[in-house]
């Protein structure tokens, strides 16, 4: 990673520097390693840096010391590609069906379907997109999209082949994976129509930014902040007043109105899932990262834990989660002009959200009562715990039957 207010590197430097990153790429491969983000944390690089070092400036090709260094182990092909992004992401429709993939450190969402519905509106390169098909659910912020690359590689299954974009820091954003009912020609035009001129190994990626403080809670104006929560009106809202008043979301669930927000167990996200599987509940499940938010809404019926990995292993839908990343898990609600909303929120040690639980619900619609229900049962085993505080009572909209 490139300190920008050091000179940038040579261009010899950089061929030298993507020459050392193929070779080290293959010895993990070779090794058993499999995942990028995996293989790039330990040659101490980032995830785009590691592809943009096996650009090549034809598709395919190969230079003569790599091939010695491949033999027979599976090869990584990449190309840069440009925007506008919202182009492309609207391009990606008429490819059919595909995975789309959104991370953050401690969560992996994964939803096969179509792009269909994708919109954009601001100005250009800080538009709002969405993409609203019957199965890909996304909500995305174009202004972290800074770089992009189709990505190609032999593997015991054959050749898979992926779009990836990252922000300027070089952290992934969204994967896009070609699926067996892909359109593999309209696939290669649109990669072909967003090919970056310029194909030369390498990026310079921004050091990633640290964690912005908090603001001081004595400067907050508490009173008006709560009552601005309980006016709240649209979920949407929320991040609006986050901002008016200058707070981070765990420090805003902190200082809440303890009938909006309480701190439930670490292993809520656990009982949600097992309860959602069990009763054939349907759930929303929200992970993102500061450049998309991808969603999940329906059912979910295989729950396994393997190690420190919750995972929901669904066709069409996959969720694999960190509990051992999640270091605050809140029960939250929101007034709305349907009603009571009522969510469960993880947050890892840094205050990032890891991934956000729903009932399945649709404007104009209220909550559903099982959903509910099973929030306020998190709460009430965390009140029960000495000490606890007993202010999670029924609030003003929350229907009779809940």
Known sequence: MLDIAEAPPSAAHIAARCAALRADYLAARRNGATRHRDIAARL??????????????????????????????QRLRTQKLTGPWPTLVAGLEGVGPVMALTRNASCVHEKTGVYSGASASGPAGREMGLVLGSEIDLRIFFSHWAHGFAVEEDGERGLQQSLQFFDAHGQAVH????????????????????????????????????????????????????????????????????????????????????AYAQRVEASAAREVAQAAARDALPVMVFVGNPGMIQI??????????????????????????????????????????????????????????????????KPGRPELCAWRRLVDSLVDRAQDQPGAARAWQPLPGECAAC
């Open 44 to 73: 101490g690089v980032t995830e785009a840096e590691l592809l943009a070092a096996h650009v090549m400036p034809l598709a395919g090709s190969v230079s003569a010391p790599t091939a010695a260094l491949e033999g027979r182990t």
């Open 175 to 258: 994967k896009v994976f070609a699926q067996p009912g892909t359109q593999r020609d309209i696939w290669a035009a649109l990669v072909q129509a967003h090919r970056a001129d310029e194909q030369r190994p390498g990026l310079v990626v921004r050091p990633a930014p640290g964690t912005a403080a908090e603001t001081a809670d004595a400067l907050i104006d508490l009173r008006a902040f709560r009552e601005g929560w309980a006016g709240l009106r649209d979920t949407h809202d929320f991040f609006g007043l986050l901002r008016r008043h200058g707070l981070a979301r765990t420090q805003a669930l902190r200082l809440a109105d303890p």
């Open 296 to 361: 999940h809404t329906g059912a979910v019926k295989r729950v396994e834990v393997m190690g420190p990995w919750l995972n929901v292993l669904d066709p069409g839908f996959n969720l694999h989660l960190r509990e051992d990343h999640i270091h605050q898990a809140w029960a939250v609600r929101k007034p709305t002009s349907d009603g009571v909303v009522s969510s469960l929120e993880l947050f890892d040690a840094q205050g990032n959200t890891i991934a956000m639980f729903f009932g399945e619900r």
